[in-house]
């Protein structure tokens, strides 16, 4: 069994080392022009930005170290946010530096469970910004960037502030995703429970509680996040942009709730569950009850007439076999009578 | 089994595409005027407003994503705005635009289950109010047109934001219905609990307590909507209306508190229906044990009799069986009064 | 069975429209005069009225709505403050209107179940305090009418703002003798429980618990409707008489407590009925196997020497039988003691 | 049962009537002066105070009203101020009125259960400090009076407000005590649990959940009385002594601190135990099971061979006695071996 | 069994009179200097510090009281903060005085079973900070010692507040550790849970709780605490160094809300145990029942082909106990049929 409340934890600056190639993804863009350059290193990368364009630098991979801190001191980053950056177990948070600011978050997905990667978004004062994603594992960025290409929606006409909220309204609403799909495993469980429950259902339920567990230790801080960016005093991002913030923080307030009421659920859930159990036993119960009730007085009956006595005259009665019969049959119909007005049959 | 937690929330926006015809009404009044027109086109209905009058227009049907656009440009309405018309799984929520105010509320009603509807309540500058109410299900509003029509209560008397504020309040009265209902259903499953519970009832339990969960996510949102209606500065709502607000928000807080008091309710009840349970085992339990306690000592000594030793002096006494049958009767009766004393019968 | 929540709020408005005689009830004082009088129209109270007195008048029943209407208009009384008047299911509630203040309370009393009645308090400007009892239930009000006769305490000596002050600490204080009468039912339950608990004590207990969410539902309001007379900038309440209302604030926080004590209690309650309950099954259980592990063994011995078989050495030797008899017997002793061990005798 | 939630609240006001002495002890103090003096008449006290000295006036038994309204015009003490002290259900609550502070507390201590007794500290302007005690069963007030002969500590050096402070420290402190003797009381509940649980184990936890109640409803409050000091803008308390509060505010904190962990625990407790109930059915059940399994194939082998068909050749064989023997024996291995697997035995 | 829960509060004060010997350790640095030196007295220490460096003292084992008057005196400490220092029993706190301020925490570390000792660390206006550690078992502070003296990080660059901050970090990041191991221990036990419960699963559930709830009063305090340092007007941190402690409050969050997720866990956990205790129970009971079932109705057969009676026709006939047998194997293929369509088998 895999611990799902502390994975992302436990699991976390272990491989730092290991320097992985890093891949740069350099997009510009403004009303008119669009462009889109990938580099292996940073420098390369800076040289070819153009004026009159907002900058969208996005990072793959942070297990570089080097690469980093080489980043960190071209756009003069404070030391505390790269540790931030490079730490995977963070908790969500926004800070506002002076000439910038961070927001990091968690990327959930579901892929043979609950997975988290992390995505750092940093917001510069020259209409740049840079986004640091853990490992390229969730696609949610790539649909931001066709819609820059296409020209799609607003993103085009706005600023960088606005494309650092698209990348945070991209990651809030992948959360939407992954409770649809405990949603469904939800549903299936509740059928099982009023099926036939066994002890897997038992397991299942234990499950789902750990996800839900996990899912709220991420959820809560993205509240806190957003309300933080909006109450911030930063003058990066736009009156204009506030307003799309307010959404997201509706959003994310939609799915606290959710995952609230999911709780909730798995709660009840778990008494469905165990009153189940106790109503087999009851039935288990019944029948044990009724066939002990049936045959004990009967097999007391013909335990008598196996007596060895001397004198027993029923014994000898041509019709003694036959009576005893009879008196059985009518005690078994008298108690089957009985069960049937206790409801037990 | 259908999902009620997140059925809202999972078939939404799925068929946005089909066109629907939208059907709008245009109602214009003051004290001494009254107007009611349909049109199907939104143009045709602005041509037809008067001056003097306050002007309410409800779209009924929101799946003509075009129409929606145009309402959108002619009232200059902001794009997210019209996204959260749109979007039927919208949290509740009150916001503040410069030259009008939105509260997008949810109707709810009772139809083989608990239903919600969206509505969503424009106020524009120039005495105009405009709905657009999901699907034409929930006749709620008919009920003000009526009033309306017949001059009755103070809505001819005061001005738009005083319309506003009678749709409010007839969303949240219909509350009081789905409330009365639940009410109902839970008192039948309280009799079922007191009379003869079985598994159904822990299924229509587990039911009610989904329901709950639901009403309940349904219902908080609402109480901070109208106290930001009340804390927002806009100049479009009266200080003679804002008492009004007052009242509904008593509402909303005691459609909360009767939620939270149904939740515990049912909470006692789940208890209740597992103790229940227990007597239950408890009772056919303590039938197994008198029937075994009876009838094994009884059995045993008959077969003391059915032994086939060649010695066995009792055997050949002539009241060996009339007094063994003696020994069995005391036995008998003395366990009787046994389980008399332990309260067992 | 009652649905003990909901009664107050669905037995409400219906029968508004049976016209019931009114009494109105006119109190006039000051430190050295007291005049009581009772009328059944409003204007010929008005009429009696004396300068230089504080005026105390008291309207019994609330179904004649014409009267009540006439009233609002002779102290121009807000049309909303009229309809809380009115409905009955109201929470309690504090508002404070430009020329008077009201504080709508249930005056609570136990007769065969917890019972409720509306008291609308309504505080004007000229030395006058209007009050409206929804039915003339609960005599709490006479107390003060005495103590105004009689001229004991401060009533006398101080404005119409203490005479509203002392209305609601009247109806406080009736809070108390509810919840004496609901810790005497407590202890009571709590001898059951720990006496004899049979199906009885589970349906008190959750009718207990049923109370105690009313009685829940009903106080808390009652603090925020203090609180809220506290902060109100109205100029009715001198600051002589807000140090009372501390006083009040006190009592209802102290009410709160122990409701919330009691539902504590009453959770623990159930806890120790469903273990007692487990406890009794398994003493059921205990003798059910001493009794099957005593006689079943021996059972099949007897059985065994009930055998046919033509070569049975056993049951040709003379003291077969007798050694038979002492074998049972000495594993009828070895088992008790083995019980007795086990600590289950 | 004695009801300890409510003990302290009906068993209130009732015999105020009877009045008993009261003892006046005067202690007149500075930093080279003592004096400690007995009366049992307040003007008798009052004539024997002495200029330059900080006087504590400590009342023990408040049953005579005449004198505490003597005491109360003497000092000119609110009317409110005087019920709150005669009134010992009163909740703990500070107040700050004009020419004096007051703070009303409970003093607990373990004396065949828990108890209570209120504590009034009244601190004048003219550096005098007023305490009622209830009765005098808690010696906490000596300790300070010991100190204070000898010089012990600060509390010569320091005013009449660090006195008052020392009384409330005292106070506070005597909750320890009560908090470690229910510390143990719950370790040997805990060694029952764990050892060999029964009912008096389920009578005891729910009684220390009751007090768990009780105390809560007496610790919470002290925490807002003594926020309330700090809080309060009377100049009777000197900054210096503000300091000392602070350090009895982080005590109080704690003692709830440790009542909620109590709480916690005994909530766990409860839960062991009914699993324990759970586990002790469970093994008598198998105890049951594995008799029943054993012996009724056996049972039922040695009935066959008790048939009295005229055809039944096993009956005369040589070895069909024997070899019945066999079969059952390998019988009852193979069900031993069974049971082993199981982990039955 | 060992009181986790008060073992830090009640084994304090204790054994205060037991004068150890005390090390000061003092450790002088600035960016080129750095010295270490160990005292017994706190004169010789004080007479030995340089100008121009930053000064730590750190002083093992806080018995020696009058050591701890001597220094006290020596730095102007205001009593209540020695009281605190000496008092291991202490809440965690922060409190700033006029030229110092002083954080009182617990380290935690895990060495069979939780254990807590008390750190408190002092910071004075001349870059001096001076930290009292209640015994020497906890090496956090070694750690730090060493970076200082390789000059690592940033410690050797900032200032004395630096310093503080680092030991605070130091004692904070030490609670990760312990999570660490707890984690692992919810996982050994959660796979116990799935395998093979027993009575020590239990124990052991229960064990962890109350260490939670041990945890959980360790750790909400230290939120606290860090908020009020970021709070606080004291001069003596700098604002670059606020900017850390940020940092550390983040930890702290994340800290507080892993705990609580453990007690989600380990209330499901609970759950768990007793529905798979229930589970079992079943099982037995099925065994049980099918047992029973089988063999009571054969051994009522045979018994009644056992009687004596003169006339019974099937006796003689020839094929009558081959026929009986037939009988017999039909019933019990039909109910072994059955019990596999009641998935009992």
Redesign the interface.
């Known amino acids: 069994?895999n611990?799902t409340?502390?994975s992302t934890?436990?699991t976390a600056i272990a491989n730092e080392n290991k320097a992985e190639k890093v891949k740069i993804t350099l997009v510009e863009f403004n009303e008119t022009e669009y462009d889109e350059q990938v580099f292996t290193d940073i420098n390369e990368c800076v040289k070819h930005t153009k004026k009159n364009t907002i900058k969208w630098i996005n990072i793959d991979g942070i297990r570089d170290i080097d690469m980093i801190e080489r980043i960190g001191k071209l756009f003069t980053i404070?030391?505390?946010t790269l540790e931030?950056i490079l730490n995977t177990?963070?908790?969500p948070?926004f800070?506002d530096y002076e000439h910038y600011v961070v927001a990091i978050m968690k990327m959930l997905y579901y892929n043979n469970g609950l997975q988290s990667e992390q995505l750092s978004i940093l917001l510069f004062e020259n209409n740049t910004v840079i986004s640091f994603q853990e490992e390229h594992k969730c696609n949610v960025l790539d649909t931001i960037r066709t819609n820059i290409r296409q020209g799609k929606g607003?993103i085009r006409k706005f600023g960088a502030d606005y494309l650092a909220y698209s990348l945070i309204d991209a990651v809030v609403d992948c959360y939407f995703g992954v409770l649809?799909k405990i949603?469904d495993d939800?549903?299936l469980l509740?059928?099982e429970l009023?099926g036939?429950p066994d002890?897997q259902t038992?397991?299942r339920?234990?499950h789902m509680?750990?996800q839900m567990?996990?899912l709220?230790?991420a959820v809560?801080p993205l509240r806190e996040l957003i309300n933080n960016i909006e109450r911030s005093e930063t003058k990066l991002i736009k009156q204009s942009t506030t307003?799309?913030l307010?959404?997201v923080l509706?959003h994310t307030?939609?799915i606290i709730?959710?995952v609230e009421?999911?709780r909730?659920?798995l709660s009840?859930?778990?008494?469905?569950?165990?009153?189940?159990?106790?109503?087999?036993?009851?039935e288990?119960?019944?029948?044990?009850?009724i066939?002990?009730?049936l045959?004990?007085?009967?097999?007391?009956i013909?335990?008598?007439?196996?007596?060895?006595?001397?004198?027993?005259p029923?014994?000898?009665s041509?019709w003694?076999?036959f009576g005893?019969w009879g008196v059985m049959i009518i005690i078994f119909i008298v108690l089957l009578i009985y069960f049937k007005r206790r409801?037990?049959l």
């Open positions: 069994m611990s409340v502390l934890e436990t404070h030391p505390l931030d177990i963070q908790r948070k800070e607003r649809e949603d939800i549903e509740e059928e009023v036939d002890k038992l397991t339920l234990h509680k750990r567990i996990f709220r230790k809560w307003i799309y307010r959404d509706d307030i939609r709730d959710t009421s999911f909730d659920l009840s859930m778990m008494d469905v569950y165990l009153s189940s159990t106790n109503n087999k036993m009851n288990v119960m019944k029948v044990l009850t066939i002990t009730t045959f004990v007085p009967l097999t007391f013909v335990g008598v007439y196996g007596m060895n006595f001397d004198y027993m029923e014994l000898h041509h003694g076999y005893v409801k037990w």
